[in-house]
């Protein structure tokens, strides 16, 4: 029997196996419940995919399910079970009977030292544990971290969850931006492959937070935050928290070094410098008396402090829900208008220009190229037609202008270089009579410039570029891959980005 969120009262039955007691969350791919399981008499989280769900999102829940059915670990969510009810694909892992990391800085910005090194510590445990398995979470920030009760921290979520060894046929490849923006690396922003480094340095953004009590960059919009974090310092931590441990702000801000060679080689080596920070006394395992909880504040634990309200702190919160709730027509009819008047952009996305400028051979070579090669074969998205044009007499004058409608932010440049046509007649194959572009440098409408380097193979090849935020871009051909013809030759080229 399928079980919703509007059937009946707890409990429900949900399968043969697993009753309903509790909904936990929603979210846009399904429900969490709180369930038992009827077998072995246990509470477990019941992660239930909608129905409606696409072929993406399914493939994406058999992967978090593959992932986490490998973990065994204290630090780490266990799935018991996955299977399918009536149509809803299902994973039963770990209840965990405490609160959330998220919730916890709500209330309490900035945490004790103590409070932070187990926090830290754990989280850093977890995540070497699922290194070791070739896994790399890609999405580790404050609401998919959970403490108990008892102070044991928990990591969840493994939903966009990077297998080295699925590399090929993973779901996020190179070139898609997946993660949380606050939380993502330079490398998940550009798109480009993550790494174990990808985790570290999102968890030092949670390290960051907890300690600084805010995030080291924000923003109003995903973009300019994504922005940020590829291009910008952080603000030293010291600034806000300038008691804090020797060390601890060079640990922080090794985490978060742009480049991914300057950050931690690995959770171990994180580990180890966390230990010098904070130091072990008398061979136990933290700086507080060994009987003595690391997260209590007198009588409660940490995760119970931060989930209790002063009296004058609830006298206040009924009348900020009196407001919000006088206010919520107006809000409701603002959210209608809005659906219908915004139209809110993807993460990441193909570009189109609107124009392109730039001179191209008219004449044709071949029979069924009457028209000549123009550049509207760049995005025609067949790579068997090419832009063709000779070599340019003034290497400082640009061979093709991009304009843009409104400004976009560009962050992969693909292009596919030289005529890939092959076909049975006397040019044969038209990738080794044609020169093709070596080296070339793009430059924005506010004068950045930046040089890519391009390999002689067949295919669209996307080299690293720094992202741009511009509404034209100028290609200049520095170089290009020697041939028989005067012609250099371009087959496609393919912008992915952000409209602004």
């Known amino acids: 029997m399928k079980a919703s969120a509007q059937d009946g009262k707890a409990p429900r039955p949900f399968n043969e196996n697993y009753d309903i007691l509790d909904t936990l969350g929603k979210g846009g791919m399904g429900c969490v419940y709180k369930a038992l399981d009827k077998k072995l008499k246990r509470e477990v989280a019941l992660k239930v995919l909608d129905k409606s769900s696409d072929n993406e999102a399914i493939q994406r829940f058999y992967l978090e399910a593959q992932a986490m059915k490998e973990m065994d670990h204290q630090n780490v969510v266990h799935v018991f079970d996955f299977g399918e009810q009536n149509g809803q694909l299902f994973i039963a892992m770990t209840y965990v009977k405490g609160i959330s990391l998220a919730d916890i800085l709500e209330k309490q910005n900035k945490l004790p030292f103590e409070a932070i090194e187990i926090i830290i510590k754990q989280i850093a445990r977890g995540l070497l544990y699922a290194h070791s398995k070739n896994i790399i979470h890609r999405d580790v920030k404050p609401s998919n971290i959970m403490i108990t009760h008892d102070n044991r921290v928990y990591i969840m979520d493994f939903g966009i969850s990077y297998i080295q060894e699925m590399e090929k046929e993973h779901l996020t490849k190179t070139g898609m931006t997946m993660g949380t923006p606050e939380y993502m690396s330079p490398e998940q ?129 009924l009348k900020l829900t009196a407001i919000a709730l006088s206010l919520f027509p107006l809000i409701i009819i603002l959210l209608v208008l809005l659906m219908f008047t915004h139209k809110p952009s993807n993460m990441m996305q193909q570009l189109e220009w609107s124009e392109a400028l730039g001179n191209f051979e008219q004449t044709s070579m071949e029979g069924d190229e009457t028209k ?129």
């Not at 409104?406 to 890939?420: C, D, K, M, N, R």
């Not at 067949?458 to 020697?482: H, R």
């Open 189 to 317: 922003c550009h798109g480009d492959e993550v790494t174990i480094q990808s985790d570290i340095y999102s968890m030092g953004v949670i390290l960051y937070e907890m300690t600084c009590g805010k995030l080291p960059f924000n923003g109003n919009r995903p973009i300019e935050i994504a922005l940020k974090h590829v291009q910008e310092l952080p603000p030293d931590p010291r600034q806000f928290r300038p008691d804090m441990p020797p060390g601890l702000a060079e640990l922080i801000l090794k985490c978060l070094k742009k480049k991914l060679n300057e950050r931690f080689h690995d959770m171990q080596e994180f580990l180890d410098a966390c230990d010098l920070v904070f130091p072990q006394k008398d061979g136990s395992t933290s700086t507080f008396p060994k009987k003595q909880s690391l997260l209590r504040f007198g009588k409660r634990s940490f995760a119970d402090a931060a989930t209790r309200f002063p009296s004058q702190a609830n006298k206040i919160r």
């Open 372 to 500: 000549g090669y123009p550049l509207s074969n760049l995005e025609d998205g067949d790579l068997r037609t090419a832009w063709l044009y000779t070599m340019p007499q003034k290497p400082q004058n640009p061979i093709l202008t991009l304009f843009f409608d409104s400004p976009v932010l560009v962050t992969h440049f693909g292009i596919a270089t030289g005529y890939q046509k092959s076909v049975d007649d006397p040019y044969g194959d038209r990738f080794r009579i044609f020169k093709k572009p070596r080296t070339l440098t793009i430059e924005t409408n506010n004068g950045f410039k930046q040089k890519i380097k391009l390999e002689n193979i067949k295919g669209v090849q996307y080299p690293n570029i720094q992202a741009i935020e511009t509404s034209e871009i100028k290609v200049y051909l520095d170089d290009v891959f020697e041939a028989e013809s005067n012609d250099f030759a371009i087959s496609e080229i393919r912008l992915f980005g952000m409209e602004l």
